[in-house]
């Protein structure tokens, strides 16, 4: 148990669905950040939030849109998705504030885009 | 431009026998690097960072990296394998300041009895 929870862990939608993807952490961090992971690819930063304020979008789709209410949740709100999205989607927290610390991971999402 | 390489994509040690993991990066000024290790199903869990200091770095489970600025490489090596071990493992390297994190691709380690 990492102290952070992601929900579903398993999601399938069609091209024209709508869904989102739900991140949760109890470590009283500031930094949330979502991440790509691909077979044999690198993982890929998507989005970073510090103290609720975006500070990264490395140029993803807009087909990706990431929310996030407060510094303990975080949401990737998902539309008309391509089967080239079908991924494991990571979500990760740390202290934040512009210091470097450790991430701390979710299990992940593992999305399949039909 | 920042990177991190790990070239052996899929490693098969023996129970009991030693481990090396190869990293090398790419990085534009000093270095953060860290090791992080993914079991099936499941997120990554840090392993072991360096930021300063001494080049060898002891983690959690057993492992320990060393820092060579000389090769841009950072290893994970293990004396004695265990069967729980069998993971997959990545590499990253983070600037000193804000949250831009770079993985390498990752090793899988398969540890046969």
């Known amino acids: 148990e990492t102290g952070v929870t992601q929900t579903p862990r398993h999601l399938v939608m069609g091209m024209t669905n709508k869904k989102s993807l739900k991140c949760e952490q109890h470590l009283g961090h500031n930094a949330m950040y979502w991440y790509k992971q691909s077979a044999k690819k690198p993982l890929e930063l998507m989005f970073v939030?510090?103290?609720?304020?975006?500070?990264e979008n490395n140029s993803v789709p807009s087909r990706f849109s990431p929310e996030c209410p407060n510094s303990s949740h975080l949401f990737l709100h998902l539309h008309t998705l391509q089967p080239e999205d079908s991924a494991l989607y990571l979500c990760a927290s740390s202290r934040g504030g512009g210091t470097n610390e450790k991430l701390f991971f979710g299990s992940g999402t593992q999305l399949s885009v039909l | 431009a920042q990177s991190v390489t790990q070239p052996d994509i899929h490693i098969t040690v023996s129970e009991g026998a030693s481990l090396e993991l190869r990293c090398n990066y790419s990085?534009?000024?000093?270095?953060?690097l860290f090791w992080y290790v993914q079991s099936p199903g499941q997120g990554l869990q840090l392993l072991l960072k360096y930021f300063s200091g001494d080049t060898l770095v002891q983690g959690i489970k057993g492992f320990e990296a060393e820092f060579k600025r000389s090769q841009s490489s950072f290893n994970l090596r293990k004396p004695s394998v265990h069967w729980s071990d069998a993971a997959e493992y990545f590499c990253?390297?983070?600037?000193?300041?804000?949250?831009?994190?770079?993985f390498g691709t990752g090793t899988s380690l398969t540890v046969i009895p």
């Open positions: 939030y510090n103290f609720k304020e975006q500070t």
């Open positions: 990085y534009g000024a000093t270095p953060y």
């Open positions: 990253a390297v983070g600037p000193n300041t804000g949250n831009q994190f770079y």
